[in-house]
């Protein structure tokens, strides 16, 4: 009898409260923890609510010799190997698409001058693309700024880098879109 007569006014109290006071008494909890918190670290704990974000869209035009604001995705020397021209030559070995998979690519390589710049001439811009076959070009070894977009993809990616070419072998290089 004792456990029943004590359940039973609990029951009743409990009935008695609404849900929106039971989630007010939970918000106000958390806003308290997270005042206390940002009292003894000095540092403002903003709720997840007042993010806010910014997207910018950037026109890259691959065949201009100009820097862009930054490097987008990651241009990489695979590998090199030995031919037997001993000749420097490039190739891409492949452009990987982080959704998509691999894709078919364009690229444009200028060349960096001994100083940092880079050079803008008619003549010094390379033109590359991911072929199945026969898609290397014979290119003097040296630092160069790449330009790389997709081929065939519905909404065009770029990857944009410096990448720096080894002398009297064939360079494979990674491309992965941003």
Known sequence: MNKLTLIVPALL??????????????????????????????QAIMPSSSKTYTTTEE?????KAEKESRDFGN???????????????????????????????????????PEGWIVDSQNNKIYLEKRSRYNDKV?????????????????ESYAVGDITIMPFVTNYVDITFE
């Open 59 to 63: 026109k890259i035009y691959t065949y």
């Open 139 to 155: 290119v003097p070894a040296g630092n160069y700024y790449m330009k790389v977009k997709t081929k065939g993809v519905a909404k």
């Open 13 to 42: 109290i409990l009935s008695g409260c609404k849900s929106t006071d039971i989630s007010r008494a939970v918000k106000d909890g958390i806003n308290g923890a997270i005042n206390s918190a940002s009292s003894t670290t000095n």
């Open 75 to 113: 241009i990489s020397l695979a590998k090199t190997a030995v031919n037997p021209t001993k000749q420097t030559r490039v190739l891409i070995n492949q452009c990987l698409h982080p959704r998509v998979g691999e894709v078919k690519c364009e690229a444009y390589m200028h060349e960096i001058s």
